[in-house]
Each structure stands twice: as structure tokens, then as C-alpha cells.
């Protein structure tokens, strides 16, 4: 079993993702093109990666990049099977997911502890990318009503 780090596992995506979006003219299509979805990765642990790996943050290769652009996905709901409502049960509030207000271990601060209340797995948050539908989590390219979703391939 070959052990990536995660730079290298970041600069295969994006390189991949580059390469899929050239016009056809430049480049062959992709026949394949791989997605990682990281599960809990936000800024700050791109941000710990720097540092565990080289000490200080700005010196992975990413950093130089001149534009940068983050994603967070939200599940319909955080049911791991269809609930048959397609109703979203969960959304995003900024004020709430920013509060700094301290509390004791092992979340220390109420913004982080409301924004694992209602994560993403990485099932739901590919099926958003790939199919533009917002699912239940365990669920890859099913709806709310267990009924399959079709791939935007274009």
C-alpha cells in the first residue's frame, strides 16, 4: 500500500482537475478524471499540513498559486438513508459557525462544535460535484428518495 502525503495527494487533484478543464483543441480528453474529496479538510488543516511539514505556513507549493478557491458542501440532511421528504434539514450559518465563544475540551469553541453537528461525508459532497443534487450522507449519486441521479458529464 503506497502512503501518499497529503501534498502530493492535493497536487495530483488539481493538476487533474487543470487538465480536465482544457478545451478539447489544447489536449485529449480525460478519459477518467479523480476527485478527492477530503472528509473535515478545511483551511486549517491545509494550514497544519504546512506547518507539520515544513514548520510555518506559506511554503507549500499550492500556496503560490494566484487564485485559490475552497468548497463546503452541506448534506440534505444527516440521515445515512433516504428520508423520502427531499426536504433540507440542514443549512449554514455563519455567525454560528465563526463563534469564537469558548467552551472546555475537546471542541473549545461553539462555532467548531456546531459546524461537526451537521458534517458531509464524502459520499453526499461527490454527489453534489458530480450529479448538482444535494443527497443524504452514505448515499453516491441517490436522491433523498433512493431513486438514482444522472452524472453531469459536460
Known amino acids: 500500500m503506497t502512503t501518499?502525503?497529503?501534498r502530493t495527494v492535493l497536487v495530483l487533484a488539481v493538476s487533474t482537475m487543470a487538465l480536465a478543464a482544457?478545451?478539447?483543441?489544447a489536449a485529449n480528453r480525460a478519459k477518467n478524471v479523480i476527485l478527492f474529496i477530503s472528509d473535515g479538510a478545511s483551511w486549517g488543516t491545509w494550514d497544519m499540513a504546512s506547518y507539520w511539514e515544513y514548520g510555518a505556513k506559506g511554503l507549500q507549493p499550492y500556496d503560490s498559486f494566484p487564485v485559490k478557491l475552497g468548497m463546503t458542501?452541506?448534506?440534505?440532511?444527516t440521515s445515512v438513508t433516504p428520508t423520502g421528504t427531499g426536504v433540507r434539514q440542514v443549512s449554514y450559518d455563519p455567525a454560528k459557525a465563526w463563534d469564537t465563544t469558548p467552551i472546555g475540551a475537546p471542541d473549545y469553541f461553539k462555532g467548531y462544535q456546531y459546524i461537526k453537528a451537521d458534517y458531509t461525508d464524502s459520499a453526499a459532497a461527490g454527489t453534489a460535484l458530480s450529479a448538482g443534487i444535494k443527497t443524504y450522507n452514505n448515499a453516491i449519486n441517490f436522491d433523498d428518495f433512493g431513486n438514482p441521479v444522472p452524472f453531469l458529464t459536460q
Open 4 to 6: 501518499w502525503s497529503l
Open 22 to 25: 482544457w478545451p478539447a483543441e
Open 73 to 77: 458542501t452541506y448534506p440534505l440532511n
